[in-house]
C-alpha cells in the first residue's frame, strides 16, 4: 500500500510517500512544498496545483494527514485549516481515502510518548525506516509528514490483523 503523508501548512507543506507491505516501511519520497504567492486566495491555489500534482506522480492508496489539534494564533489556525480542506478535497475527489491523526497519537506511534519533541520523532522516523541522515532532506514538515504515513501504515495493520 503507497500512503501519503502530509503536515499541512499555509506557507508550506511536508509530504512523504512509503510503501507498506505487511510489517515492511519503504520510504518512496519525501519533501517540502514552499508557497510562494503573496494573497490568500493565490496561496490556496498554489498549494491545490501543488498537491495535485503530488497526487497524479505518487498516486497513494491512502492520504494520511495531521489534524488541527490546538492552535495558539487563531489567523495561523484559520489559514492552516484552509488549507487542509484543499488537501482533503483534492484526495476525496481523486478518490483517494483519507486518514487523520493528531499530534500526539504520531507522536505516541511513532516514539511511544506523546510530548516526543521534533528530534525525537525524526530520529525514529530514520530508525524505522533504516535510513541514513541524508535520505530525508528538508524541516521537520517533512520529518512530520514521513511519521504521519508511518502512523497510518501502522493502523492499518492493525486494522488488517484484528
Request: aromatic share 4%; glycine share 10%.
Amino acid at each position: 500500500m503507497r500512503i501519503l503523508g502530509i503536515d499541512p501548512g499555509s506557507a508550506r507543506m511536508g509530504y512523504g510517500v512509503i510503501e507498506a507491505s505487511g510489517s515492511s516501511l519503504k520510504l518512496l519520497d519525501s519533501g517540502l512544498l514552499k508557497i510562494e504567492s503573496s494573497g490568500k486566495e493565490e496561496r490556496l491555489l498554489e498549494l491545490a496545483g501543488s498537491f495535485e500534482k503530488i497526487l497524479e506522480k505518487e498516486k497513494p492508496d491512502l492520504v494520511s494527514i495531521e489534524k488541527l489539534y490546538f492552535v495558539k494564533n487563531i489567523k495561523t489556525g484559520m489559514d492552516v485549516a484552509q488549507s487542509r480542506g484543499i488537501i482533503i478535497f483534492l484526495a476525496k475527489k481523486q478518490k483517494v481515502p483519507i486518514v487523520e491523526y493528531s499530534p500526539s497519537e504520531i507522536k505516541m506511534n511513532i516514539t511511544g510518548s506523546g510530548n516526543a519533541d521534533k528530534k525525537a520523532v525524526a530520529k525514529m522516523v530514520k530508525m524505522i525506516l533504516k535510513i541514513g541522515d541524508d535520505d530525508i532532506k528538508g524541516p521537520d514538515d517533512v520529518f512530520d509528514a514521513v511519521a504521519i504515513a508511518i502512523t497510518a501504515a501502522n493502523h492499518n495493520r492493525l486494522r488488517e490483523k484484528g
